[in-house]
């Protein structure tokens, strides 16, 4: 039978004993509490496969403890434990998520029976895991490359996944900087556990160190309940850190503390908590140049940069953009002739794909939408990419309208841009006038 990390939460010190003993008896690893504080503490460092909560504790409700442990660990395995009176109660509890109860009293052989079950679970839940991550083992689309640069970040990246180093991963936006990460995560021995992303830019400094740590009910306004973070649930996992040169400074020191220590604390709280985790960063920035301009901590930059694995753009990779053009056609289109024609293969050759792996897979979603048989012609992909296929002296036909000129132009600051206010700075207009245009075109 699988070997269980176990945690026992009853406030009865009789209760605790006869359970840990019939529990290590057969092997499982146990840890104990004797009140609902000490048991979610406990477990926000610790993951564990199941947990025997009794639904009265003191002047606590087990029932409330339910939420917070599957918050922390959703694959723990809760068994309430409950007189015979209390039967209706523990209906209540596996409503609210636990996996069944334990009427007392109870024998060593009725727990043992119910320790097999939650083992057996557990261990077609790991094999389920190992066969998702060996299905996907070879990567998605975006790691098949017949570059030698993208293929030796490919290779280094499945050389480092074994390891527990920390990697940052350069390259520019739509590169494929986070579908590696990914991968290296699919391709390590935490591949079983949880994938976490949190993006830099998307948030301010309180709520992103919140979205990070976790924070407590009433940390700051509208914090109406506890919250674990992305690092507690990415515990035995993987943490991807996308676009950490964006990572304001004031929050810098306290992932500098995580990275060296594995320590942190929630917004709010003075409970120091630990989570083993490993961090993958990814910038689209020169971080030693952000260094230099007083923007990144060199420290934390020295910590980030342990092993650091370059992304070529999509323009680099010219041998790349036809093979790719096809996998990610024949993943959008049903069509049993989906195919490119030859004049659009030359516009998706000629164009510089300045959003890269991510503006190819929209200019193809685009053709394929627009055709009615699964085929990519030339009249189907942007305006952009069209206008880069027209070599030598344009004839009357591939003169191109104002309009359609004006639609390339937005497109291409769009891309080039994360947000519409920069993106209607850099065009000379509002933002009204941006979503207008963007209506108009589609866009």
């Keep these: 039978?699988?070997?269980?990390?176990?945690?026992?939460?009853?406030?009865?010190?009789?209760?605790?004993?006869?359970?840990?003993?019939?529990?290590?008896?057969?092997?499982?690893?146990?840890?104990?509490?004797?009140?609902?504080?000490?048991?979610?503490?406990?477990?926000?460092?610790?993951?564990?496969?199941?947990?025997?909560?009794?639904?009265?504790?003191?002047?606590?409700?087990?029932?409330?403890?339910?939420?917070?442990?599957?918050?922390?660990?959703?694959?723990?395995?809760?068994?309430?434990?409950?007189?015979?009176?209390?039967?209706?109660?523990?209906?209540?509890?596996?409503?609210?998520?636990?996996?069944?109860?334990?009427?007392?009293?109870?024998?060593?052989?009725?727990?043992?029976?119910?320790?097999?079950?939650?083992?057996?679970?557990?261990?077609?839940?790991?094999?389920?895991?190992?066969?998702?991550?060996?299905?996907?083992?070879?990567g998605p689309t975006e790691l098949v490359s017949r570059n030698a640069q993208a293929q030796r970040a490919f290779d280094l990246g499945r050389q480092v996944a074994s390891s527990d180093a920390t990697l940052l991963i350069h390259g520019e936006s739509g590169t494929g900087k986070g579908v590696l990460a990914k991968a290296i995560h699919r391709w390590s021995a935490r591949a079983a556990r949880p994938f976490a992303t949190v993006s830099t830019p998307s948030l301010s400094a309180e709520l992103l160190e919140s979205e990070l740590f976790g924070h407590m009910k009433g940390a700051f306004t509208g914090a109406t309940r506890d919250a674990p973070g992305r690092v507690a649930a990415a515990n035995g996992g993987t943490l991807f850190l996308d676009e950490i040169g964006e990572l304001p400074v004031a929050l810098q020191p306290k992932l500098l503390r995580f990275l060296q220590d594995r320590e942190y604390e929630?917004?709010?709280?003075?409970?120091?908590?630990?989570?083993?985790?490993?961090?993958?960063?990814?910038?689209?920035v020169n971080l030693a140049e952000a260094v230099k301009a007083g923007q990144f901590r060199e420290d934390l930059f020295f910590r980030l940069n342990v092993v650091q694995i370059e992304m070529p753009p999509l323009r680099q990779r010219a041998e790349d953009i036809l093979p790719l053009a096809e996998r990610m056609l024949a993943s959008l289109s049903r069509s049993p002739i989906a195919r490119i024609e030859p004049d659009a293969a030359d516009a998706l050759r000629a164009y510089a794909w300045p959003g890269n792996l991510r503006e190819l897979h929209n200019a193809i979603e685009r053709a394929t939408i627009l055709s009615s048989d699964g085929v990519v012609r030339r009249s189907g992909l942007p305006s952009a990419v069209v206008a880069s296929g027209v070599a030598g002296e344009p004839s009357s036909s591939q003169l191109l309208s104002l309009d359609a000129l004006e639609e390339m132009h937005i497109r291409r600051v769009l891309m080039m841009t994360k947000t519409l206010d920069e993106a209607a700075g850099i065009l000379g207009i509002d933002v009204a006038t941006l979503w207008r245009r963007r209506k108009r075109f589609g866009i």
């Design 1 to 138: 039978m699988l070997s269980l990390n176990v945690l026992i939460l009853d406030d009865e010190p009789n209760i605790r004993r006869l359970l840990a003993i019939a529990l290590e008896a057969d092997g499982h690893q146990v840890m104990a509490a004797s009140n609902a504080a000490d048991g979610i503490d406990t477990a926000s460092r610790r993951s564990f496969d199941l947990a025997f909560v009794d639904l009265r504790l003191g002047t606590e409700s087990g029932l409330d403890v339910i939420p917070k442990l599957l918050s922390q660990t959703p694959w723990t395995k809760v068994v309430v434990i409950t007189a015979f009176a209390e039967v209706r109660t523990a209906v209540e509890a596996m409503r609210r998520g636990a996996f069944d109860y334990l009427p007392k009293p109870f024998t060593p052989s009725e727990v043992s029976r119910v320790v097999e079950r939650v083992a057996e679970l557990r261990q077609m839940e790991m094999q389920l895991d190992q066969l998702r991550a060996e299905a996907g083992r070879d």
């Design 266 to 284: 929630r917004v709010g709280d003075t409970v120091t908590r630990r989570a083993d985790v490993r961090v993958i960063a990814a910038t689209n």
